[in-house]
């Protein structure tokens, strides 16, 4: 049981998505993610960040992983991070911690059309425990930017793909 667990933790970290990467001369913005977790008794937090082709979770022809930060604190910062522009940018964020005998992940999608050269920020919040989760996109001028999202989130958690802003929980039994 616990090479299971090892097993786990390590896809967790490591992953298997392909790098999130724009053509040299493609238009682009950048984006800079607020990430914040209320989640206390936790051995293990992190985020990782997906990019799709459309709201239908195809994958992204440009990789799917923009990012990913492991062994965080209660307020990190990723970015800027250049993404493509003149387009619409799908992307997911997904939240994960540990718990003794259980794991929680928390993902949340959003659409939107970035400009080109614009800058924005993308606040990401995990409540509840890590039982919700939401997000909040601001342009360079502090101005709130509307996104569609789908009703599932396209990023999988342990449980498969869940409600927007839903969490999967895996539970561990030892014997």
Do not use: H
């Amino acid at each position: 049981m616990k090479s299971v667990i090892a097993i786990a933790g390590l896809l967790w970290l490591v992953g298997c998505a392909s790098t999130y990467s724009l053509p040299t001369n493609s238009p682009s913005a950048t984006m800079t993610l607020d990430l914040r977790s209320e989640s206390k008794g936790t051995t293990m937090q992190g985020y990782r960040v997906f990019a799709y082709q459309d709201m239908n979770c195809t994958p992204s022809p440009l990789g799917s992983l923009i990012e990913s930060k492991q062994f965080t604190g209660a307020v990190e910062k990723i970015g800027p991070i250049r993404v493509v522009a003149v387009s619409p940018l799908t992307f997911a964020v997904l939240y994960g911690e540990s718990r003794m005998a259980q794991n929680r992940q928390c993902s949340f999608t959003a659409s939107f059309l970035p400009r080109a050269s614009e800058s924005y920020g993308v606040q990401f919040a995990v409540a509840d425990g890590a039982l919700a989760c939401g997000m909040k996109i601001t342009d360079g001028a502090g101005q709130e930017v509307s996104f569609e999202s789908p009703s599932s989130s396209c990023a999988e958690t342990f449980a498969g793909r869940v409600k927007n802003g839903g969490t999967g929980v895996l539970n561990w039994t030892f014997r």
